[in-house]
């Protein structure tokens, strides 16, 4: 049987696989609960790397840096999707980690992902793999036009996606997925026509205890998220819906950590799943001051196999805007003094050395009494942010 790991008597120390803003807002959290924490990452003084003396800077590819890691470690997760499962494996021979090698596994490749999921009875868009480029003019046939091709890893921020929206593309798609210098394994997806990206985080530990969170609303800008309101502004069926759905994947995949669950409000009314995070998710940023538990609390509870906490909201409404660089530079920004007069709004920088157009430096996040005051305030101290 699998105790609770964690002990508060004693030192106890989380190994984060990984040093960016997730593994610095798990790290916050560890910390509150009296935890240590253990951070790998290539390169030093990453966000979450200089918060701890335990930081090993060489990347868990060299063996001698994540042999270091594991040693100081007494247990670990991670906030990168893209670890090779046999470096999960090779750590779980002598330390717990969570999520496990094989959730990893069914969700890195966006095609096993949806299969998994589509198996288990989830309504996912209708798919297909692409291996020759004969296969685009397959899709284009199956799905119409636009279509969408994804690489079936490595995706972030919609980097590794295009929408097809002409037979004229193909060598175009072709060119930029399979004849650089990285080769990309390709899927295509029909386009979902929608009138809202929903998005629910999950948290389960190992006994399968589970809490789900709200149902957000995220709002995306070339691919990128850019604002999450939650609660969504739908029904309560449909978010109920969507809170459902999202516990049928994470339990799909034996999952045990926290999970975020991006879905498509179809114009029909019917919720479809786009794809799952293993891991603290930028559309639950907003549970640090709206929830009785945070994702990252939930996280360190469900992979420490604790009782998990409540996931309810504690105030009405929130809205988070992630505060994407404008500029190359500098990471810090010129001036907050102006936004911190904004009243029920919370700053979070992530403390990277360098800012370029489109990266996620930070984020903020308004409590209210209603979702269109969060919004307001959330904007208002947006527009007194000068990077
Ligand atoms: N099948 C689809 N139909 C319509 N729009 C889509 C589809 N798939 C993705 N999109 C749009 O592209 C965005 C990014 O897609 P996806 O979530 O697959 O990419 P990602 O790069 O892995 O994700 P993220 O931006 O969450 O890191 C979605 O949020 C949505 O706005
Ligand atoms: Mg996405």
Same mark, same amino acid.
């Given at each position: 049987m699998?105790?609770?790991i964690?002990?508060p008597s004693e030192t106890?120390?989380?190994?984060?696989l990984?040093?960016?803003?997730?593994a610095?807002?798990i790290?916050?959290?560890? !910390?509150?609960?009296?935890l240590r924490?253990? =951070?790998i990452?290539?390169?030093?003084?990453?966000?979450?790397g200089?918060m701890?003396?335990l930081?090993?800077?060489?990347g868990?590819?060299?063996?001698? &840096?994540?042999l270091a890691?594991?040693?100081?470690?007494?247990?670990i997760?991670?906030?990168? $999707?893209?670890?090779?499962p046999s470096?999960?494996?090779?750590?779980?021979e002598?330390r717990?980690?969570?999520?496990?090698?094989?959730?990893m596994?069914l969700?890195q /490749? *966006?095609f096993?992902q949806?299969?998994?999921?589509?198996? @288990?009875?989830v309504?996912v868009?209708r798919?297909?793999?692409?291996?020759?480029k @004969?296969?685009l003019?397959?899709?284009?046939?199956?799905?119409? !036009?636009?279509?969408?091709i994804k690489?079936? *890893?490595?995706?972030?921020?919609?980097?590794?996606n295009?929408?097809?929206?002409?037979?004229?593309?193909f &060598?175009?798609?072709w060119r930029?997925?399979? $004849?650089g210098?990285?080769q990309? /394994?390709l899927?295509a997806?029909?386009?979902?026509?929608f009138t809202k990206?929903?998005a =629910?985080?999950?948290?389960?530990n190992?006994?399968?205890?589970?809490?789900?969170?709200? #149902?957000?609303?995220?709002i995306?800008?070339g691919?990128? #998220?850019?604002?999450?309101?939650a609660?969504a502004q739908?029904?309560v069926?449909?978010?109920?819906?969507a809170?459902?759905?999202a516990?049928? #994947?994470v339990?799909?995949?034996?999952g045990?950590?926290v999970?975020? =669950?991006?879905?498509f409000?179809?114009d029909?009314?019917e919720?479809?799943?786009?794809?799952? @995070?293993?891991?603290?998710?930028?559309?639950?940023?907003y549970?640090i001051?709206a #929830?009785?538990t945070?994702?990252?609390e939930?996280c360190?509870?469900?992979?420490t196999?604790?009782p998990l906490g409540?996931a309810a909201?504690?105030v009405p409404? @929130?809205c988070?805007?992630n505060?994407?660089?404008?500029?190359?530079?500098?990471?810090?920004?010129?001036?907050? =003094?102006?936004m911190? *007069?904004v009243?029920?709004v919370?700053?979070?920088?992530?403390?990277k050395?360098?800012?370029?157009?489109g990266?996620?430096?930070?984020?903020?996040?308004?409590?209210?009494n209603t979702?269109d005051?969060?919004?307001?305030?959330?904007?208002a101290a947006?527009?007194k942010f000068v990077?």
């Amino acid at each position: 049987m699998l105790p609770s790991i964690y002990n508060p008597s004693e030192t106890f120390t989380l190994g984060i696989l990984g040093g960016g803003q997730l593994a610095k807002m798990i790290a916050q959290e560890a !910390y509150k609960m009296g935890l240590r924490v253990a =951070v790998i990452e290539n390169g030093a003084d990453s966000p979450a790397g200089v918060m701890t003396k335990l930081e090993f800077t060489d990347g868990w590819e060299n063996e001698a &840096d994540l042999l270091a890691f594991i040693k100081a470690s007494d247990m670990i997760t991670l906030e990168n $999707e893209f670890i090779d499962p046999s470096i999960l494996r090779r750590i779980g021979e002598s330390r717990f980690v969570f999520p496990t090698a094989e959730t990893m596994e069914l969700v890195q /490749d *966006k095609f096993t992902q949806k299969t998994t999921f589509q198996h @288990a009875g989830v309504p996912v868009p209708r798919f297909m793999e692409i291996q020759t480029k @004969a296969d685009l003019a397959k899709a284009a046939e199956e799905f119409g !036009y636009p279509f969408m091709i994804k690489t079936r *890893k490595y995706g972030y921020d919609g980097y590794g996606n295009y929408t097809v929206k002409r037979e004229t593309e193909f &060598d175009l798609v072709w060119r930029k997925f399979k $004849e650089g210098e990285t080769q990309r /394994d390709l899927m295509a997806e029909e386009f979902v026509s929608f009138t809202k990206e929903l998005a =629910v985080m999950v948290a389960r530990n190992k006994r399968g205890e589970i809490q789900v969170y709200p #149902c957000v609303q995220t709002i995306q800008q070339g691919h990128i #998220c850019v604002t999450v309101i939650a609660p969504a502004q739908i029904p309560v069926e449909q978010q109920e819906r969507a809170q459902q759905i999202a516990v049928q #994947c994470v339990e799909a995949i034996s999952g045990v950590g926290v999970f975020g =669950v991006e879905m498509f409000l179809r114009d029909d009314g019917e919720i479809v799943f786009n794809e799952i @995070a293993p891991r603290p998710h930028n559309s639950g940023h907003y549970t640090i001051e709206a #929830c009785y538990t945070s994702q990252f609390e939930n996280c360190i509870r469900a992979v420490t196999n604790m009782p998990l906490g409540s996931a309810a909201m504690r105030v009405p409404a @929130a809205c988070m805007i992630n505060l994407l660089g404008e500029r190359t530079g500098s990471g810090i920004p010129d001036s907050v =003094v102006e936004m911190l *007069k904004v009243h029920d709004v919370s700053l979070h920088l992530y403390g990277k050395k360098d800012v370029r157009v489109g990266r996620k430096m930070g984020h903020l996040t308004a409590t209210a009494n209603t979702v269109d005051e969060a919004f307001q305030k959330a904007n208002a101290a947006l527009e007194k942010f000068v990077w």
